[in-house]
């Protein structure tokens, strides 16, 4: 069993809808958790940063974190065309840990 | 946000040449900086840990002597891929820690003919 599990999709949706992204994780020393929005041929971008379990929110994004079913997920509300690029989720231990990417899901939103 | 330059953007080289890319963390001190390598729809590979001050750390299969690392201060690291071959041709992406998230460049093309 790989650390981390993302499917890798593609994901289409229509302008406006709600977008749910997930990943799933075997080690349970995961306590900080990151999704990562990356456009073609450019390096990702930090989107979402979150510590131990519960939501946060900011602005079109919400990230959740449920530690006791090792799943988190990455909600975009009123999806754009602009949204449309690959999400990276990622965690990483505590101290210096190296992080640990899922493989990204490309997403596409269609006007 | 912290921002993480890298240069150059992208560069075309012959076989048998060394190609250097900075990486550098603009507004923040990085101890630790990492070098990724990504191809087309696959995703991000590490490559190599680099820590100021010392020898970096690399990955199971990345030879070192072939991707030279270099991290010479808190805001600047550089990776040199010497004698470069097709075989590398490859999106290369640094990314520099802060607040226990990393922050990435945006990325270096390497094209070699």
């Known amino acids: 069993q790989k650390e981390v599990e993302q499917d890798p999709g593609p994901l289409s949706v229509p302008e406006g809808a709600i977008v749910s992204l997930n990943c799933t994780y075997s080690n349970s020393a995961f306590q900080y958790f990151m999704w990562y929005r990356q456009y073609s041929r450019k390096g990702p971008e930090l989107l979402m940063y979150?510590?131990?379990?519960g939501n946060k929110e900011d602005g079109r994004f919400t990230a959740q974190v449920d530690k006791s079913s090792k799943y988190i997920s990455l909600f975009i509300r009123d999806s754009q065309p602009s949204d449309s690029a690959t999400y990276l989720c990622a965690m990483r231990g505590s101290g210096n840990t190296p992080l640990v990417f899922g493989k990204g899901t490309r997403l596409s939103v269609i006007a | 946000g912290a921002v993480v330059s890298q240069h150059p953007s992208w560069v075309i080289c012959k076989s048998g040449t060394s190609v250097k890319i900075e990486c550098r963390s603009l507004d923040f001190q990085a101890t630790t900086m990492f070098w990724y390598r990504q191809f087309p729809k696959q995703s991000l590979m590490l490559m190599a840990t680099?820590?100021?001050?010392?020898?970096?750390?690399?990955e199971q299969g990345v030879e070192k002597d072939k991707f030279l690392i270099n991290h010479a201060s808190l805001t600047l690291s550089t990776l040199t891929v010497t004698s470069a071959h097709p075989e590398d041709s490859s999106f290369y992406i640094c990314?520099?820690?802060?607040?226990?998230?990393?922050?990435f460049g945006p990325g270096t093309r390497l094209t070699v003919l």
């Open positions: 979150t510590y131990s379990s």
């Open positions: 680099s820590n100021e001050g010392s020898k970096a750390t690399y």
């Open positions: 990314s520099a820690e802060g607040d226990m998230a990393l922050y």
